[in-house]
């Protein structure tokens, strides 16, 4: 695992066609030094099994070679040696490696729905673009089975991938083509019928042709009935044509079934400061009826002594404040429909070695992806709550039936049910020139880039009694605890289409970097580019508004940034600061007004850290100060009003602002070492406060980010007299700081996801052909919540033993 401050990503989006490549008009460059010319330093990377922390050079900042500890951006890299000794399979199960990234706050449950410093997040495949992180619709999840490593680049990367989130980029490096024959067959099994089978096959064809094959097959039942069912397969083949030219051919197919879970555990809706209560031993007489106190006539439900004591006696101490623990129950029914997703992508890379240094690298991808599920989206459990001054006012009460009460009842069901399609084109260019002056060196780098995708949604809606007039809406879910479930389809219930348009993305642009190194010691980076954004959107009719509407276009342009300095102090000391300003298209899958040259929100991040390795480089760490914010956010102006006929009418005021602002600052400490040849050890810590500005008023920490994580892995080889190879015992720490799931608008202010500590082990046989290894995860069976929810909290896995086998040849 390589941890700290690496360097800038690498290859990006395609080109929609030939035409369009020729009418763009902007470029760009990044710079950096080549690697001969750095000194030789150790980096913060362990290798696997390796005894010893080797030196390298890495591209993710630059896309150009640069040695660790001379680059001033903060990236973490896992190779692929870590990832298998903790069993991971899936880019969830892997960000435990890496500082800063947590899930995202009101996770809905579809897919690797992340963020960076609790801001937004990219996912790149090789540097291409690899789907969106897109909230409460489609998102596909992504696995492990073709990643050589996983590098996280923190903050913009400034032109250098194209549009890009605040956060940062997470690029899975995919595997490559090798010179040697080799075969890995692998086989993995655990708790809940889990099971998987794989094949890694690479041979060279000839002196010219490499060819790697990947491919396999994984599914679970799942706790709580989570189901997943994964098959794919990569192919990829190298072509060294000559000593100047190389073209790779990528092929992935990934055809995946994911049960969605919207809701987790819930929050059980008990406001506390309705009948001024404390948390505690509550009666029936503490839970006084509506009586209209506000003398507007109207009254919330009425209970008898027997029912407001029956609710009384429902009620526990951390209602409304924690989620309720359903046990291994969830609230997932027949109606749903697990995530179907289907993603095929090709990819062709043309790198051209120059004459006099020069060097050209293109990439061009089309990407497909297929996604539809049905989810439950609404489920509250109303118990206690006054509200604008009412108490227990429908459909925010507790359940009445025929007048009998329901305490545990869920109301205000809703099921979505969507389709996705989504297709996007991608073209880079890069080109790259190493030059000497003197003492001084450095790299020009020029990257050009378009960036094309075309989303098409279809979503329909179907509710209960609360949210349906029909004669078949959704029916009640009588007890959470023991569900009643619907039966049939979700199109068998009164259902509406409620999302129907196409929209169209396109970016375009240039950028410009310079790399300086001076002296052996100073290092000085400088970027510039420009970026093109175009939206298209049309409304193509709902239940609500039938009729299609006029395609809605949106344009921006503008130019971003990027500025660092890194200064070794000792050979294995450096100090770095790095300040980046990045763009974004706001609002991808949202609507188009149809303004033009809309201000689009900006990302900037402020990076300053220092590096270290020790020891021979047995010892490497990071530790940075970060300030990332996402800013021109848009929110209504409360002055505007557009109708003539109301006494406050402005139309001459603007109708939006543009000056919110998502922002985050906190340190993110890495450290890896491996010593005495036996012991290794990587870890991660950080301490962020994510606060959102809106209005000019400071909401506090955003609802669902942690302000602290940290995470341990250690490793022992153990020798044995009776084995050939020694047999290593590992054992890793997780530890997660509470986070807010609280929402005035539902009546509870303070609930929270508790905060938790797990504990994992493994032991591990590694021996020429045949690898044996045994992970128990969750070893002290913690009862924890993995994600924040809307309204609650998705349980994490009880304790799990897990096993798998590998033969190599």
Known sequence: MSVASLAGFARHPLSHSIQRWSAIALVGISGSVSAQEAPELSDVVVNGMDQQLPPQVASTATKSSMNLLQTPAALVVIDSELLQSQGAQTLQDSIRNISGISQAGNNYGIGDNLVIRGLGVNYAQDGMYAGGGLGNTYNPTRSMLNIDRVETLKGPATGLYGIGEAGGVINLIEKQPQNEARTEVSANGGRWNEWGVAVDTTAPLNEQLAYRLVAGHQQSDGYRDLSSERSEAYGSLRWQFNDRHQLRVQLAYIDDSVQVDS?????????????????????????????????????GIQLS???????????????????????????????????????QRIKLIHEWQAKHGWKLVQQLQQRSYESEFVRQTGAYNYVYWTRSGETNADPRAPLLVDGELYPFAVRRQ????????????????????????????????????Y???????????????????????????????????????????????????????????????????????????????HTQLEQR?????????????????????????????????????????????????????????????RPDSESKSLDVGVRWAALEGQV???????????????????????????????????????????????????????????????????????????????????????????????????????LPAPVTLALGVQYEDERTINSSSFGVDDAVVPEYTRFDAAISYDHEQLALQLNINNLTDETYYSKPMFLGGQPGDPRNVAVSAKYRF
Request: aromatic share 12%.
């Open 263 to 299: 809701v987790g555990h819930p929050v059980r809706i008990m406001n506390w400061d309705s009948a001024s209560m404390v948390p505690g031993a509550v009666t029936g007489a503490d839970l006084p009826n509506d009586s209209d106190g506000d003398r507007d006539g109207k009254l």
């Open 305 to 343: 002594d027997e029912q407001r004591q029956q609710l009384a006696d429902s009620i526990r101490t951390s209602d409304g404040l924690e989620p309720y623990d359903l046990g291994s129950a969830s609230l997932i029914s027949p109606l749903s429909e697990p995530n179907e997703g289907t993603e």
């Open 414 to 449: 809703e099921y979505r049910g969507q389709v996705v399609d989504e297709d996007s084109w991608q073209f880079f260019a890069d080109v790259s020139k190493h030059w000497n002056l003197g003492r001084l060196s450095g790299e020009h780098l020029l990257s050009l880039y």
């Open 451 to 529: 960036d094309q995708r075309d989303v098409r949604l279809k979503s329909w809606s179907a509710y209960d009694a609360d949210g349906n007039s029909g004669d078949n809406p959704i029916p009640y879910i009588l007890d959470m605890r023991n569900a009643n479930w619907p039966t049939g389809d979700f199109m068998d219930y009164d259902h509406s289409l409620r999302s129907n348009y196409n929209k169209e993305l396109t970016a375009q642009g240039v950028s410009v970097q310079e790399v300086f190194y001076w002296n052996d010691r100073l290092t000085a980076r400088i970027g510039l580019a």
């Open 537 to 597: 959107y049309q409304h193509l009719g709902t239940d609500r508004s039938p009729g299609s509407t006029p395609e809605a276009d949106s344009n921006d342009s503008g130019n971003t940034f990027n500025a660092g300095l890194n200064y070794l102090w000792l050979p294995e000391l450096a100090t770095f600061v790095n300040y980046a300003k990045g763009r974004t298209a706001y609002s991808v899958l949202g609507s188009v007004t149809g303004d033009d040259d």
């Open 620 to 722: 490497t760490g990071s530790l940075v100060y970060f300030d990332t914010r996402r800013t021109n956010l848009r929110y209504n102006n409360p002055v505007y009003n557009d109708n003539p006929d109301d006494p406050e009418y402005n139309v001459n005021v603007r109708r939006y602002f543009y000056d919110d602002e998502d922002k985050t600052r906190g340190y993110e400490f890495d450290l890896a070492l491996a010593l005495a040849e036996r012991w290794q050890l990587t870890m991660n810590a950080t301490y962020q406060k994510a606060e959102q500005e809106r209005s000019g008023e400071n909401l506090g920490q955003v609802k669902g980010i942690p302000k602290r994580f940290a995470n341990l892995w250690g490793r022992y080889s153990l020798p044995l007299s009776q």
